[in-house]
């Protein structure tokens, strides 16, 4: 039930752009993601419910493709801030009953 | 508004022993789930409560359980304690509901078994 994250980890120069992935191979009612900074509490960024919808947050988006049950988390012209690892939680039922992918590790370099 | 709190932050515990840890959710909020995170196995759903139920349950032995008072703080216990338990025990709270929310995470506890 654990949904597949990639990459694993990327490495980006400041203003470069980048996209991680999440496929579940469970029907999914909504997809969750998060930003985990090392040290710190996961915090949210957005849930996407089916019906494939997009949301964008600043320069930060994602897409949710019912069909595949697939999520992608576009990151445009990065910042040293959104370095953190990154976590896709995907929630089968709408009770909030997530499983999250193993994460992507993000790195910003000036 | 405060924030998702947890206590205690860190722990160390032996073999065999048990340990309760505590979230006190944001105001308002009446859904608690609790999540493992280690370096292995990432972020894993060990329960969730609403309303004082346990509404949904992942897959850990029942050494693992969990309870939920009327103003919504949630206890999370672990008995007869392993080594691979040690982990940091996260806690977040949501407004609960039929709808998928967003959740609000705690600091976690730092659990250590040696």
């Known amino acids: 039930q654990q949904p597949v994250q990639s990459p694993q980890a990327v490495i980006l120069r400041e203003g470069e752009d980048a996209v991680i992935n999440c496929s579940s191979s469970k029907a999914l009612y909504s997809v969750h993601w998060y930003r985990q900074k090392h040290g710190e509490a996961p915090v949210f960024l957005m849930i996407l419910l089916k019906g494939g919808e997009q949301k964008g947050h600043e320069k930060i988006s994602a897409s949710f493709n019912e069909k595949k049950q697939q999520s992608s988390l576009y990151l445009t012209a990065s910042q040293l801030s959104y370095s953190g690892t990154y976590f896709c939680?995907?929630?089968?039922?709408?009770?909030?009953?997530?499983?999250f992918g193993t994460g992507t590790r993000l790195t910003v370099i000036p | 508004k405060a924030g998702v709190t947890q206590t205690p932050r860190y722990l160390i515990k032996t073999r065999g022993q048990q340990v309760t840890l505590s979230c006190s959710p944001i105001s308002g909020h009446r859904s608690v789930s609790w999540y493992q995170q280690t370096p292995g196995q990432g972020l894993q759903f060990l329960f969730e409560y609403f309303s004082e139920t346990q509404r949904n349950k992942g897959n850990f032995p029942g050494r693992f359980s969990g309870r939920q008072f009327s103003n919504s703080r949630s206890e999370m216990n672990v008995s007869t304690l392993e080594l691979g338990d040690s982990a940091l025990y996260l806690c977040?709270?949501?407004?609960?509901?039929?709808?998928?929310?967003?959740?609000?995470f705690g600091p976690g506890t730092r659990l250590t078994v040696l």
């Open positions: 977040a709270s949501s407004l609960g509901g039929q709808l998928s929310n967003e959740q609000f």
């Open positions: 939680g995907t929630d089968q039922t709408g009770a909030n009953n997530l499983f």
